[in-house]
């Protein structure tokens, strides 16, 4: 399971020591503009631990930390206005930009996404109020039909799974129509097939086996 702090330690000593050591830098820490936030969107934890000594990847890093341990946030699979308690990894994307933007001045932050299916193998905890490690075969796997992240100095930061680079995944995902059922559909990417489940939850929505999917008819 993701610790967000041992991942935050590690790629920062792998930062300092590589070609990304010219932006550890001081950013601009203000913290009237920070009070100023939190008067009008609340969610002041967010701000935890950080101070005038840091470094700009030292802020992003922490951010990341927070964002990470938040239990305001219920993931609906849905894209919503920011700072609602609710939404995607568009809208949580969009919140840590905000930030990195507007209180830290941080601006080398891009928004990027991806359609075509996202599909991670392993059980792995997102930003979410409730502990949960996945959306199909009793939460042992996740899939997104698109996903988005953030890159920061060219560094991609998984915003959604608390982590530097994009969690491991694959893509390409096919949605094929069942030959010996043509009015059913499966989903597959190689040798992987799954299937939208019967009765179907947003934390409990696919399933490898066949004999739990759904049946148009």
Same mark, same amino acid.
């Given at each position: &399971?993701?610790? /967000? !702090?041992?991942?935050?330690?590690?790629?920062? !000593? @792998?930062?300092?020591?590589?070609?990304?050591?010219?932006? *550890?830098?001081?950013?601009?820490?203000?913290?009237? @503009?920070?009070?100023?936030?939190?008067?009008?969107?609340?969610?002041?934890?967010?701000?935890?631990?950080?101070?005038?000594? &840091?470094?700009?990847?030292?802020? @992003?890093?922490?951010?990341?930390?927070?964002?990470?341990?938040?239990?305001?946030?219920?993931?609906?699979?849905?894209?919503? /206005?920011?700072?609602?308690?609710?939404?995607?990894?568009?809208?949580?994307? !969009?919140?840590?930009?905000? %930030?990195?933007?507007? %209180?830290?001045?941080?601006?080398?932050?891009?928004?990027?996404? /991806?359609?075509?299916?996202?599909?991670?193998?392993?059980?792995?905890?997102?930003?979410?109020?409730?502990? *949960?490690?996945?959306? &199909?075969?009793?939460?042992?796997?996740?899939?997104?039909?698109?996903?988005?992240?953030? @890159?920061?100095?060219? &560094?991609?930061?998984?915003?959604?799974?608390?982590?530097?680079?994009? *969690?491991?995944? !694959?893509?390409?995902?096919?949605?094929?129509?069942?030959?010996?059922?043509?009015?059913?559909?499966?989903?597959?990417?190689?040798?992987?097939?799954?299937?939208?489940?019967?009765? /179907?939850?947003?934390?409990?929505?696919?399933?490898?086996?066949?004999?739990?999917?759904?049946?148009?008819?």
């Amino acid at each position: &399971m993701y610790e /967000a !702090r041992k991942h935050k330690d590690k790629v920062s !000593r @792998v930062i300092e020591r590589s070609e990304y050591h010219n932006i *550890v830098q001081r950013y601009n820490y203000n913290q009237d @503009v920070i009070n100023d936030f939190i008067k009008k969107n609340g969610h002041g934890f967010l701000f935890n631990s950080m101070n005038a000594q &840091m470094s700009e990847l030292e802020i @992003v890093s922490q951010l990341l930390e927070n964002f990470f341990n938040r239990n305001d946030f219920s993931y609906n699979f849905t894209n919503s /206005a920011s700072w609602s308690h609710k939404g995607d990894c568009t809208t949580l994307c !969009r919140e840590f930009k905000e %930030i990195c933007n507007n %209180i830290f001045k941080i601006h080398n932050v891009q928004i990027e996404s /991806a359609d075509g299916g996202f599909l991670s193998l392993l059980p792995q905890k997102i930003i979410h109020n409730q502990n *949960v490690t996945g959306n &199909m075969d009793n939460s042992s796997r996740w899939y997104f039909e698109s996903h988005t992240w953030i @890159v920061w100095n060219g &560094m991609p930061i998984d915003v959604l799974f608390g982590q530097f680079g994009i *969690v491991s995944h !694959r893509t390409n995902i096919e949605q094929k129509q069942d030959e010996s059922e043509q009015d059913n559909f499966f989903y597959q990417c190689g040798d992987f097939i799954f299937y939208l489940k019967q009765n /179907a939850q947003l934390f409990d929505k696919y399933t490898t086996n066949r004999n739990l999917r759904f049946h148009l008819k």
